[in-house]
Protein backbone atom coordinates (compact mmCIF):
# COMPACT_ATOMS: atom_id res chain seq x y z
CA UNK A 1 0.00 0.00 0.00
CA UNK A 2 2.93 2.47 -0.44
CA UNK A 3 4.12 2.64 3.62
CA UNK A 4 7.17 1.41 4.68
CA UNK A 5 7.83 -0.92 7.62
CA UNK A 6 7.68 1.23 10.78
CA UNK A 7 7.69 0.85 14.41
CA UNK A 8 4.03 0.92 14.38
CA UNK A 9 4.06 -1.99 11.60
CA UNK A 10 5.68 -4.44 14.22
CA UNK A 11 3.24 -3.22 16.93
CA UNK A 12 0.73 -4.46 14.68
CA UNK A 13 2.42 -7.68 14.10
CA UNK A 14 2.80 -8.20 17.86
CA UNK A 15 -1.13 -7.34 18.03
CA UNK A 16 -1.48 -10.08 15.37
CA UNK A 17 0.38 -12.88 16.97
CA UNK A 18 -1.99 -12.75 19.71
CA UNK A 19 -4.89 -13.32 17.12
CA UNK A 20 -3.08 -16.16 15.81
CA UNK A 21 -2.06 -17.73 18.82
CA UNK A 22 -5.88 -16.78 19.79
CA UNK A 23 -7.41 -19.02 17.27
CA UNK A 24 -5.09 -21.44 16.90
CA UNK A 25 -5.50 -22.66 20.31
CA UNK A 26 -9.08 -22.66 19.91
CA UNK A 27 -8.63 -25.32 17.38
CA UNK A 28 -6.40 -27.44 19.08
CA UNK A 29 -7.87 -27.15 21.97
CA UNK A 30 -11.31 -28.59 20.30
CA UNK A 31 -9.06 -30.81 18.70
CA UNK A 32 -7.79 -32.51 21.49
CA UNK A 33 -10.99 -32.38 23.15
CA UNK A 34 -12.75 -34.58 20.68
CA UNK A 35 -9.54 -37.20 20.79
CA UNK A 36 -10.19 -37.35 24.29
CA UNK A 37 -14.23 -37.99 23.64
CA UNK A 38 -12.89 -41.10 21.79
CA UNK A 39 -12.82 -39.58 17.85
CA UNK A 40 -9.61 -40.84 15.93
CA UNK A 41 -7.40 -38.07 15.36
CA UNK A 42 -8.41 -37.74 11.50
CA UNK A 43 -12.23 -37.14 12.37
CA UNK A 44 -11.31 -35.06 15.53
CA UNK A 45 -9.48 -32.40 13.02
CA UNK A 46 -11.85 -32.48 10.46
CA UNK A 47 -14.67 -32.12 13.40
CA UNK A 48 -12.65 -28.99 14.99
CA UNK A 49 -12.37 -27.18 11.99
CA UNK A 50 -15.82 -27.51 11.00
CA UNK A 51 -17.08 -26.42 14.32
CA UNK A 52 -14.33 -23.66 15.16
CA UNK A 53 -14.47 -22.47 11.55
CA UNK A 54 -17.36 -19.19 12.25
CA UNK A 55 -15.19 -18.40 15.16
CA UNK A 56 -11.80 -18.14 13.62
CA UNK A 57 -13.63 -16.28 10.43
CA UNK A 58 -15.53 -13.97 12.35
CA UNK A 59 -12.64 -12.89 14.75
CA UNK A 60 -11.06 -12.18 11.16
CA UNK A 61 -13.40 -10.56 9.60
CA UNK A 62 -14.43 -7.87 12.82
CA UNK A 63 -11.10 -7.19 13.39
CA UNK A 64 -10.83 -6.21 9.25
CA UNK A 65 -13.91 -4.24 9.02
CA UNK A 66 -13.14 -2.63 12.18
CA UNK A 67 -9.98 -1.08 11.12
CA UNK A 68 -11.40 -0.48 7.47
CA UNK A 69 -11.65 3.25 8.53
CA UNK A 70 -8.23 3.60 9.79
CA UNK A 71 -6.63 1.62 7.42
CA UNK A 72 -8.66 4.32 5.00
CA UNK A 73 -7.65 7.63 7.24
CA UNK A 74 -6.05 10.00 5.10
CA UNK A 75 -5.86 12.94 7.73
CA UNK A 76 -2.15 13.93 8.76
CA UNK A 77 -2.64 13.15 12.56
CA UNK A 78 -3.62 9.34 11.50
CA UNK A 79 -0.77 8.81 9.14
CA UNK A 80 1.23 7.44 12.01
CA UNK A 81 -1.40 4.51 12.49
CA UNK A 82 -1.64 3.48 9.23
CA UNK A 83 1.23 0.93 9.48
CA UNK A 84 -0.64 -0.71 12.33
CA UNK A 85 -3.69 -0.99 10.76
CA UNK A 86 -2.02 -2.52 7.19
CA UNK A 87 0.01 -5.03 9.12
CA UNK A 88 -3.22 -6.24 11.08
CA UNK A 89 -5.85 -6.19 8.59
CA UNK A 90 -3.77 -8.08 5.87
CA UNK A 91 -2.22 -10.28 8.85
CA UNK A 92 -5.76 -11.25 9.78
CA UNK A 93 -6.93 -12.20 6.52
CA UNK A 94 -4.18 -14.11 6.09
CA UNK A 95 -3.94 -16.05 9.48
CA UNK A 96 -7.40 -17.02 8.71
CA UNK A 97 -6.15 -19.04 5.86
CA UNK A 98 -3.14 -20.59 7.90
CA UNK A 99 -5.38 -21.52 10.90
CA UNK A 100 -7.98 -23.14 8.72
CA UNK A 101 -5.46 -24.91 6.46
CA UNK A 102 -2.08 -25.20 7.65
CA UNK A 103 -2.71 -26.35 11.29
CA UNK A 104 -5.31 -29.02 10.63
CA UNK A 105 -2.71 -29.80 8.11
CA UNK A 106 0.03 -29.72 11.08
CA UNK A 107 -1.79 -31.76 13.30
CA UNK A 108 -2.66 -34.48 11.08
CA UNK A 109 1.44 -34.87 10.12
CA UNK A 110 2.22 -34.71 13.67
CA UNK A 111 -0.27 -37.59 14.00
CA UNK A 112 1.17 -39.53 11.43
CA UNK A 113 4.58 -39.08 12.86
CA UNK A 114 3.77 -39.81 16.08
CA UNK A 115 2.22 -43.70 15.03
CA UNK A 116 5.24 -44.64 12.61
CA UNK A 117 7.81 -43.12 15.41
Not at 27 to 36: E, G, R
Not at 95 to 115: D, E
Request: glycine letters at 6%; charged letters at 10%; proline letters at 3%.
Amino acid sequence: MGHTLTSNSMFGMVALSGIVINGTLVLTNKVNQLVANGLDHYTAIITASINRFRAIVLTSVTTTIGLLPMLMETSEQALFLVPFAIALTFGSITSTFIILYVIPCSHAISYKLRCKG
